[in-house]
């Protein structure tokens, strides 16, 4: 099937069909990205977060509709450049405890929906970030300790954690927006978690500003995740391998 049918296909729904594209693309992807970075753990990161953001925008009826490859190698670089960008801005640290001030949820049925949110949140994750969330979140270690069990030095593991930590933030907010159904609104609400923790380009944040100014359920669902993001209903990780 040419990559054009294939196209057509994730736009309509079907996984399968994604599946084929990563493993016609996902080699050539391999070998731009270790064009742009040196360590060998980030070229998989980056081909993961490049894919994952292609196929956001095939769900949202975007994307390429005939190159593909081309498609994917100028995502890759815009991912790439923003990342470098993100991470001069970070403060390396073994100590995460500051960035995980929660309360326990005092309502056993809000909780248990929290968890529900958290676990989907969770198994969306590309694999190597569920991995080195588990070790920090739950079992409690630091990036130090964690390093040498994925091949990274600690500054490369504490910026895995960091970009896997706010992957699992926004896809913990995501988990909270079902139920929109025209397709600007689901345009909207796949970008509300980047919207509200400031992650989106100035383009697609000005696109949704103007959605949230003439759609009243998008613009509740925007208070409702205000509190969520805010900490009220922060996520577990403990819950979230249920």
Do not use: I
């Amino acid at each position: 099937m040419e990559d054009a049918a294939l196209l057509d296909a994730v736009r309509a729904g079907d996984p399968d069909a994604y599946g084929t594209l990563w493993e016609r693309h996902s080699d050539a992807a391999r070998g731009l990205a270790r064009t742009l970075v040196r360590d060998p753990a980030d070229v998989e990161d980056l081909v993961a977060e490049t894919f994952a953001k292609v196929l956001a925008k095939l769900r949202a009826g975007q994307g390429p509709q005939l190159a593909f490859r081309a498609y994917l190698s100028t995502t890759l670089r815009h991912v790439c450049y923003h990342r470098h960008r993100r991470d001069r801005r970070l403060q390396f640290t073994d100590d995460l405890t500051r960035y995980d001030v929660s309360e326990p949820f005092p309502d056993p049925t809000l909780a248990a929906l929290e968890q529900s949110y958290a676990a989907r949140a969770f198994r969306k994750l590309p694999a190597r970030w569920r991995e080195v969330l588990w070790r920090t979140e739950v079992e409690g270690n630091t990036p130090s300790q964690v390093a040498p069990l994925l091949g990274l030095t600690p500054n490369a593991a504490a910026v895995l954690a960091h970009r896997a930590r706010e992957g699992l933030r926004q896809g913990y907010l995501r988990e909270h927006l079902a139920g929109a159904t025209s397709a600007d609104c689901r345009w909207t609400s796949d970008r509300l978690g980047g919207y509200l923790r400031a992650r989106l380009s100035a383009r697609e944040r000005t696109k949704v500003g103007h959605h949230l100014a003439r759609c009243r359920q998008c613009a509740l669902r925007v208070g409702e995740l205000s509190e969520v993001n805010g900490g009220r209903c922060r996520v577990r990780m403990r819950h979230a391998r249920a």
